[in-house]
C-alpha cells in the first residue's frame, strides 16, 4: 500500500502551459507539505497545509497555487509555465505540525518545461 | 534562511568499508533527520534524532545528535553495493515548527 502518493510521474509541457500535480496521503496525517528539488538534489520546502489550513507559503511565485480538498490531499497548481520551473516535486506528509513529526515523502514528480 | 552544511558533497568507496557524513548548522535545532535517496523516488527516512547527545542505531546505521544541537552525523558500517544512493540530513529549529530544512546531499557510490 502506498503511504503517500503522486500523480504525474513525469509530466513534459511547454512554456505558458498550467498544470497540476496530485498528492494523496494514506496515512491518516494532519500534515502535508510540497517541496522542490532542483538539478542540484537541492530540497527546499514550498507549501505546508495542517487540516486543510495553509501555515507555511515560502517565497514561492504567485504562479503557483497549493489547494487542500481535504486532509488527506493536497494539489499543486502551476499557471504560465517557466523554464525554471522544471525540476522535481515532493509531497510529503506527517502526523502533526510539531518538531517531533517525522515527514514521509511521496515518489516525486519529474516536471520538464520546455 | 538557515543552511544546512553537509559534507562531503561525494563519496566514492568499495564494498565492506566504512563511510561517514555530518552535518552542521549555525543554529540550534530539536531534531536531526537522515533520510536516503534512491533515484527516481522520494528521500525515505533512516533515522530520527530527538535529544542532544543521543546515538542511535538503524541495523549497519548510526547517527548522533551533537551535545551543542548544531550537528549530526551518520556512521554506515560495512557497506554493499545497495547503499548507493543520496544521503540528506535535515533539520527542524526550535522555532521552526514542522518546517525541514535540508542539507545539500552526500552522494555515495559503492563499488563492488
Known amino acids: 500500500d502506498t503511504a503517500v502518493s503522486q500523480t504525474p510521474k513525469y509530466l513534459v509541457t511547454q512554456m505558458g502551459n498550467d498544470k497540476s500535480i496530485k498528492c494523496e496521503q494514506n496515512?491518516?496525517?494532519?500534515?502535508m507539505y510540497w517541496y522542490k528539488q532542483d538539478s542540484k538534489k537541492f530540497l527546499k520546502i514550498m507549501f505546508s497545509?495542517?487540516?486543510?489550513?495553509?501555515?507555511i507559503n515560502e517565497t514561492v511565485p504567485n504562479r503557483f497555487s497549493p489547494k487542500s480538498p481535504d486532509k488527506a490531499h493536497l494539489n499543486l497548481h502551476i499557471n504560465s509555465l517557466e523554464l525554471g520551473d522544471s525540476a522535481v516535486y515532493f509531497c510529503?506528509?506527517?502526523?502533526?505540525?510539531?518538531?517531533?513529526?517525522?515527514?514521509?515523502f511521496g515518489p516525486g514528480t519529474r516536471l520538464t518545461v520546455l | 534562511g538557515q543552511q544546512l552544511n553537509q559534507s562531503p558533497q561525494s563519496m566514492f568507496i568499495q564494498e565492506g568499508e566504512d563511510v561517514s557524513m555530518n552535518c552542521t548548522s549555525s543554529?540550534?535545532?530539536?531534531?536531526w533527520l537522515w533520510y536516503k535517496q534512491d533515484p527516481g523516488e522520494g528521500p525515505v527516512l533512516l533515522i530520527a534524532?530527538?535529544?542532544?547527545?543521543e546515538l542511535t542505531s538503524n541495523g549497519r546505521l548510526t547517527a548522533q545528535f551533537g551535545i551543542t544541537r548544531k550537528d549530526s552525523f551518520l556512521n554506515i558500517s560495512a557497506s554493499i553495493p545497495s547503499d548507493v544512493g543520496i544521503y540528506f540530513c535535515?533539520?527542524?529549529?526550535?522555532?521552526?515548527?514542522?518546517?525541514?530544512?535540508f542539507g545539500e546531499g552526500t552522494q555515495l557510490t559503492v563499488n563492488p
Open positions: 510529503a506528509s506527517s502526523r502533526g505540525q510539531g518538531w517531533d513529526n517525522e515527514q514521509f
Open positions: 496515512l491518516g496525517h494532519d500534515t
Open positions: 497545509y495542517n487540516n486543510k489550513e495553509l501555515i
Open positions: 543554529s540550534i535545532f530539536n531534531t
Open positions: 534524532l530527538y535529544k542532544a547527545g
Open positions: 535535515a533539520g527542524q529549529e526550535e522555532t521552526s515548527g514542522s518546517r525541514l530544512t
